[in-house]
Nanobody, 122 residues
């Protein structure tokens, strides 16, 4: 049984940092492209970042380039999102995705977590 579980969300002031974590159990973690999406209040789900399975190549949404960093630890079946210089516009529920098929908004993946809330105050 596949389980995808996020953690690390919270309330932070603008300019601050947060680190999201995701553990995806069930199946060979190292074989899957992993990533993060988010759903801002009143908006559709959007792509944030992904990291490929085979070569670790990363890709980011333009809105987070230079501020967010995605990484993975295959030994721990985990993927992380380090978020720096946070802005109020980053406020959203953040979802971890395992097995991303298409990062184009709203994204397609084999499995999704329940999400973790990130709120950035001005």
């Amino acid at each position: 049984q596949v389980q995808v579980e996020e953690s690390g969300g919270g309330l932070v002031q603008a300019g601050g940092s947060l680190r999201l974590s995701c553990v995806a159990s069930g199946g060979p973690f190292s074989s899957y492209t992993m990533g993060w999406f988010r759903r801002p209040p009143g908006k559709d789900r959007e792509f944030v970042a992904q990291i490929r399975a085979n070569n670790g190549v990363t890709m980011y949404a333009d809105s987070v380039k230079g501020r967010f960093t995605i990484s993975r630890d295959n030994a721990k079946s985990s993927v992380y999102l380090q978020m720096n210089s946070l802005k109020p516009d980053d406020t959203a529920r953040y979802y971890c995705a395992r097995g991303i098929r298409d990062p184009t908004n709203p994204g397609r993946a084999d499995y999704w977590g329940q999400g973790t809330q990130v709120t950035v105050s001005s």
